[in-house]
Structure formats: C-alpha cells, structure tokens
C-alpha cells in the first residue's frame, strides 16, 4: 500500500514540474510564431509521442472494442480539450508573465471541486469553502489593475484564464468518469490528436508557413515533450496510485516552479501585489486538496 501511493505521489510530483514547463517553453515559442504554427508543431510532436507510447503499451488494441457510447465520450473529450488548450495558449501570449497566469490558473480547482458536487454529488466541507474563497480573492488581487469600468477593472487575459479554468474543469470530470474503462494512454493520444486536427484547419485558415525559427522549434520540442506527453500521462498514472484529490495535492504546487522558471528563463518576476494574491491562491488551493484528502479532517 505504501509502495503503491509513493508511486502515486511520485508520478504527480513529476507531471507537476513537467506542466509547469508548458509555460515557461510555450511563453517562449509564442513570442517568435503565430498561434497556428505553434499548435501545428506543439500537436504534432505530441501526436507522435503519444501514438508511439500507445502502440508501445499495447493500448491501441482496445481501439476496436470501442463501444459506441466510448467513442462518444473521446469526441466530446477532443471537442473540451480543443476549447481548454485554445484558451490555455491565448491566455499564454496574453499575459506577459507565465507566472501570473499560473496563479489565477489555480481557479482550477475551485471550479473543478464546485463541478464535482453537482456532477458527482461530492460533499464540500466548510474547510474546502474556505479555501475556495482564499483562491478567489487571490486570483482577485492578481489580476486587479485599479481601472473604474469592467473592461480596465482586471488585466487583459483574465477571462481567457477563467475560460480555459471552467473547460479544464468539465473535461477533468469526464476524465474521471471514464477513466477506468478507457486508458490514461488511450486518452490521452485522443487529446493530442484532436488538438493536432484542430491546429491543422487553423493553420489552412491563417494560410500561415510551415518555416519558423530555429529557437521557437526547439522550445516547441522541449515543451511539447514535457507538457501533453509526460505531464497529462502522468497525472493520469498518478489517479491509479492515490485518489485525485491527493494528486492535486502535488499539483497545487505548480505556480511555484512556474515561478521560479519564469525568473530563470525571462528574468521576470509579477509585481508584489501579484506575488502575494499567488501566494494566497496556492494557499487556496492546497486547503481545497488537503481537505479533499482527509488530511485536515478532525480527529474524533
């Protein structure tokens, strides 16, 4: 038992910093290409991986014993994810630091814990309530910006983040009503497909070039790598090992090494007030995942 949740936690410690990356290598790759080029690439690269690792797994010999109702599910699933990972990239270009839009990223979870008390009939506790409530008013100092209407009240990029919280969201409770019955592998080759398809048909509309620099190819490589091959893989390896509340745990930690890789790469830091509403949220947050865990129940 021990060995099986140290593995767990093993595994969300890993997609934690690998996700992390995606800000950092993204923010990177997005100031030198268009948003069409770079999901090309991105998707591409992850399509590969992802195939590769499926055929490997033998996954894809479930492929034909796909029930209807199962195929479905991966298209609804590739419809969520388009409109996540869209969302995701746009408020990426968006907001000039990545660590900024980690930290009002972590809204996430809030809405996903609201989702799973309608959706799953989970119970909230008074503890995860209050953590909820840290995580707003975090996200809120994070992103206010002293204007007097509603369009100059917040920093532009601020209701991408909030989309992209709410379909990340319903597409992880769809995840976590099927993923018994349909591999992490299997899932997750239908994601970086999709997203490839999608990239495809974008990069016909903008009539974009296939030749970009160098430099954004290699972020591209690196962050396409790390992000929809080994980070979503092993979030979902970790929610066989330990339950997904204590995975988010892990997860909750992700604005911090956003952080520090922000410093590292771009030599940026958000302004106090923001650093201290980040503060705030990943304290939220990790209320929110404790709670959820059992870890701060009352002993009786």
Do not use: C
């Amino acid at each position: 038992m021990k060995s099986e949740r140290f593995k767990g936690y093993l595994f969300a410690a890993i997609a934690t910093i690998a996700f992390s990356n995606i800000y950092i290598f993204s923010k990177a790759a997005l100031n030198e290409v268009h948003l069409a080029q770079f999901g090309v690439y991105w998707f591409f690269i992850a399509s590969l991986l992802n195939i590769g690792w499926l055929v490997k797994s033998g996954g894809h010999r479930a492929i034909p014993k796909l029930s209807r109702r199962q195929w479905r599910i991966l298209a609804l699933l590739g419809v969520l994810e388009i409109l996540t990972t869209t969302s995701f990239f746009l408020s990426v270009q968006i907001i000039p630091d990545p660590a900024v839009t980690s930290f009002i990223g972590n809204l996430f979870p809030v809405i996903l814990t609201l989702m799973g008390i309608v959706f799953l009939h989970e119970r909230f506790t008074w503890m995860e309530s209050f953590g909820a409530v840290m995580a707003l008013v975090g996200a809120f100092i994070i992103s206010y910006q002293g204007g007097t209407t509603l369009a100059s009240l917040f920093i532009p990029g601020t209701g991408v983040v909030l989309i992209n919280a709410f379909f990340a969201a319903t597409a992880s409770i769809v995840v976590k009503m099927n993923v018994k019955t349909m591999s992490p592998e299997l899932l997750n080759t239908n994601r970086a497909v999709s997203l490839l398809i999608f990239s495809l048909l974008m990069f016909l509309i903008y009539g974009q070039s296939l030749l970009i620099p160098i430099s954004a190819l290699t972020n591209i490589a690196i962050g396409a790598t790390l992000g929809p091959f080994v980070a979503v893989l092993f979030i979902y390896y970790s929610f066989r090992h330990i339950e997904v509340s204590k995975s988010s745990i892990v997860q909750s930690l992700k604005g911090i090494f956003v952080l520090l890789g922000s410093y590292l790469y771009f030599h940026t830091l958000p302004l106090v007030h923001q650093l201290i509403g980040g503060g705030i949220t990943v304290l939220g947050v990790m209320i929110i995942s404790l709670s959820r865990a059992g870890f701060l129940k009352r002993k009786k």
